[in-house]
């Protein structure tokens, strides 16, 4: 492993880390044995939404604790949680129009469009692009556009305006899913078959047959050619 | 080009051989040459890396030495000091582990009228559910049937599966995507609305049906936001379940739970407890890197085992064949079989295939493990094994702006460290990635304890001795909706009193001293420790030991 040792400093303290490490990482090998600010180590989940600063410089960074490699100099702290607001609904009482959204979530008005969201985002997710179809009632684009949100709520700490865009974008993806996404025929047909008790003869067929039978079966099963 | 240069070398190899690749089709192996290829390579043939139990329901038995470790291990509670009679959360079902087939369990239990909480070990959907990628199978589309998904889990199970385990997940199947997309999850689909859906290995139809390369992620997060709206639901986060508690009868009564904020323990009592704590992958088996989730320490079924209920299949794990060999900081971590359903090649470091992309996960990855250890694998600079898997190709098969449409997750995760996904192949090498068996179950869940049930990864038998891609989503929301409607019936029908205690801890510990003496680890482990010590894993992922 490469041990070319560098300086960080975790919420103010000094330590020197291999350079080839991960953020997460690098707090591990200081010797936090973490809870909190860590989750699926691969990306997906959000828990590890971090904000620093290199020294010398103003500007404040988000990322990924366990996508992004320390650098020199990094001024690391952890966001344990964040209190986001996130009303009580039930989606089946509502019909997917974006009304809906604004009854629930009526700060979304208040969006002055300064993009710092889209700026916190670790994901690079247009997130005013989506808070503005979500304002212009097209909520198909704006649960498009959020489709790769981790739900970290780095936009959401981040806006000047308070808004809990993050919550906002699931239900926005919820509405289209379930109310405005066209419907598969195919899929209520076999359910439908599967309750008259179509395959029932046929599966208590394969359940009952031996190993041998069953290996037979299956070497001479048809595979459908790729599209 | 970003690799360093030894490595440049070999990826411009792979770009010459592609184009004489694209038109070889590698030819599927017979059911004999799979049996030898795994019998030599794969890791749960490895008889030095495995160990007996000596204690417990499974006395016997041989599973992986990491695992037999916390099976056989002492609980963190003591047996009499917790001042029995009060208890700080009474419930109808309590449901240990918060990802996907927790949250399936409640949604449906609270459905069926029962009072439900949720421990979960850290923040609720902080689980595997969340960083499946690749899809969820179910035989919906004209061509297919409940019956050919049959045959087609239980021949990549290598026909050990349990039957009737099987017949509920596939016949459940079509139901549940139906379940889901009425929760508000967005699959892939064509502009008629039918499902777009793609082949996994070993599938001999096309049912994968996904979300992006976010399946997991998306049906997650809307069944974790489903389970908020739902005022009979309460949830603790970061109170892991420590110990069941039992009636003298050995009747499965509640929990211990370990508050970590405030390192207090909690006493809920339940008249139905639903376990699905899903896997183990941060036990490192073998010292293998893991795809698995920070929380994934096999709690519940140290849990179980130490109430009495049986396990099976627990000699087996799945390495899936494409974890990330470099760059460095992401070793272990999952790509998607999803980039080889699309097209993309295995190949050496001559360029080479040397495996058909889509036979089942355990025979690719014998395979990868076969090409390194004779001399046909590419070395990192750190020194991890490695293959090139071939994803420029599905570029050129599948059109320009595949890649980044279809995998829109694994592109960021790469251009995060400077890979162009649809530009230039990568270094992929099996991890750690499923526990094929758990907790032993019948079609509704209930094991070999009365009250007790298990639902998803923590559960075994489904899937046999290898898991087809996409059949894991798939699992924890057939038996997590299976478990809740048992659950809350249980619950419903347990009209009596009843007494929780601690009776099978005070057993299990003289059983311990008898067969292992002292010297026992405490589990369950709850989180791995990476922190930097002697015998520590720096980087948690396999990246080398101090």
Known sequence: MNENLIDIYIMGEHHQVPDSLTILQALEYAGYRLTRGVGCRGGFCGACATVYRVNGDYHLKFALACQTRVEPNMQLAMIPFFPAHRPRYRLSELKGTAQEVLDIYPELLRCYGCNTCTKSCPQDIDVLGYVSALLRGEIALAADISFDCIMCGLCVSRCPAELVKHHAALLCRRLYGSRLAPRSTHLAQRIAEIRSGKFKAELEQLKNMDRKQLQELYAAREVEPEE | MSYPSPLEELVRRVNQTREQRLKQSFPRL?????????????????????????????????????????????????????????????????????????????????????????????????????????????????????????LDVIGGGHFTNIPELVEALVTDAPEAIQWLENLGVIFDKNPDGSMKTIHGGGTSRRRMHTCRDYTGAEIMRTLRDEVKSRQGITVLEFSPAVELLTTPEGEAAGAILLNLNLNRYLRIKAKTVIITTGGSGRLHYQGFPTSNHYGATGDGLVLAYRAGARLAFIDTMQYHPTGVAFPQQIVGQLVTEKVRSLGAQLVNRNGEQFVFPLETRDVVASAIIRECQEGRGVKTPAGVDGVWLDTPMIEVLKGPGTVKRELPAMVRQFARFGIELDKEPILVYPTLHYQNGGVAIDAMCHTSVRYLLVAGEASGGVHGRNRLMGNSLLDVIVFGRRAGREGAQLAKERTGSFFPGLEHLSRWRQLLRERKGTGVSVSPVLLPDYTRKPGNRIGGQGVGEV
Do not use: W
């Open chain 2, 30 to 150: 017979g059911a004999e040459e799979k049996q030898t290829l795994l019998k030599k390579f794969h890791p749960d043939y490895r008889a030095d890396s495995f160990a007996e139990l000596e204690v417990g329901p499974n006395a016997g038995e041989r599973a992986p030495k990491e695992l037999v470790r916390v099976l056989e291990g002492d609980s963190p509670v003591s047996d009499g000091s917790l001042g029995f009679g009060e208890f700080e959360y009474e419930t109808d079902v309590l449901v240990i582990g918060g990802g996907g087939a927790g949250c399936a369990a409640a949604i449906t239990a609270d459905d069926a009228g029962a009072r439900v909480i949720i421990a979960t070990k850290l923040r609720l959907g902080d689980a595997n559910t969340m960083m499946a990628q690749g899809g969820i199978q179910a035989a919906d589309k004209e061509n297919d049937s409940p019956a050919i998904h049959y």
